[in-house]
């Protein structure tokens, strides 16, 4: 009876001074889940909050006229509770709502910042997933907005001939573009004609995905502040051809990040 009298006081006594660790303490839920994520609303603030080393699910979905480039600002974002030297959250941008199809990893993040994701553009119409995982318990404040590119290759920005468009590009020489389509009237030369803050540069194709290009020749706007190309088609005297939709993509030439804004018109010579 003794043995056991004392065993029972050595488990009382070791339960009374045991301590707890860190990675005993309970870590914050994330919002959201895979199959249910949060629904963000474009252009209003929406506070959240991820778990330690967890993960919380959001998306939204962009307006009907709301081809371009998004921006993800994670504004008063406060880390606790975290055992690695990170610190930090990460976060991955989704076209599909299994999570399995990445449009661009972005950037971590160790205090306020804004997700770019490369600058890509993004359909109008269609809802993307975010997953962020955080290195430590985190809260914050997530809005998603409209960046400075606008079109995609699924839908460009469609010019009226000889009237001009007031548009942007935001990014760099490597990542961000603009699309734009238009539609020929008859066999000519075209002349696209642009008042821009930055020097650009442009390519025309002949297919609404964006591969194939009218001329390798003639297909490069001249780098300067007031650009005028013509697109002569693959000859010089055929122009392009009558009544045939054809695809611009225009895009900066700085080697650091930034929005150029411009007006561009594109008319027949004839």
């Given amino acids: 009876m003794k043995k056991l009298f004392y065993l029972l006081l050595i488990i009382i006594l070791s339960g009374a001074c045991s301590v707890t660790t860190e990675d005993d303490e309970t870590s914050r839920t994330g919002d959201g889940s895979a199959s249910a994520p949060v629904e963000l609303t474009v252009g209003t603030a929406k506070s959240g909050a991820t778990g330690r080393y967890g993960y919380s699910y959001y998306k939204f979905t962009t307006p009907s006229t709301g081809a371009g480039s998004y921006e993800l600002e994670i504004a008063s974002l406060v880390i606790t509770n975290s055992n690695s030297s990170y610190s930090s959250v990460s976060i991955r941008i989704y076209s599909d709502s299994g999570y399995s199809t990445v449009l661009d990893y972005g950037d971590s993040c160790l205090a306020s910042c804004t997700q770019y994701f490369s600058y890509k ?3 109008a119409s269609t809802t993307y997933y975010l997953r962020m995982y955080g290195y ?3 809260t914050y ?4 907005s409209k960046g400075g590119s606008e079109g995609s290759t ?4 469609e010019l009226t001939l000889g009237t001009a468009h007031s548009g942007s590009v935001e990014g760099t020489n490597y990542n961000g573009k603009s699309y734009y ?3 020929t009237t008859s066999a000519d ?3 696209l004609s642009m008042t821009n803050s930055d020097s650009m540069d442009c390519d ?3 297919d609404s995905g964006f591969l194939t290009r009218v001329s390798w020749a003639y297909n490069d706007c001249t780098a300067g502040t007031n650009l005028s190309k013509t697109f002569t088609g693959t000859s010089s005297s055929a ?3 009558a009544n045939t939709a054809y695809y611009l993509r225009i895009e900066g030439e700085s080697s650091t990040a930034k929005t150029s804004t411009y007006n561009i018109t594109v008319a027949p010579e004839g």
């Fill in 121 to 123: 553009a993004l359909d």
């Fill in 136 to 138: 430590g318990d985190l």
């Fill in 141 to 144: 404040s997530l809005t998603v």
């Fill in 154 to 157: 699924n839908n460009p920005v």
């Fill in 181 to 183: 389509k238009f539609t």
């Fill in 189 to 191: 030369n075209y002349t």
């Fill in 204 to 206: 025309l194709y002949s």
């Fill in 239 to 241: 122009g392009l051809s």
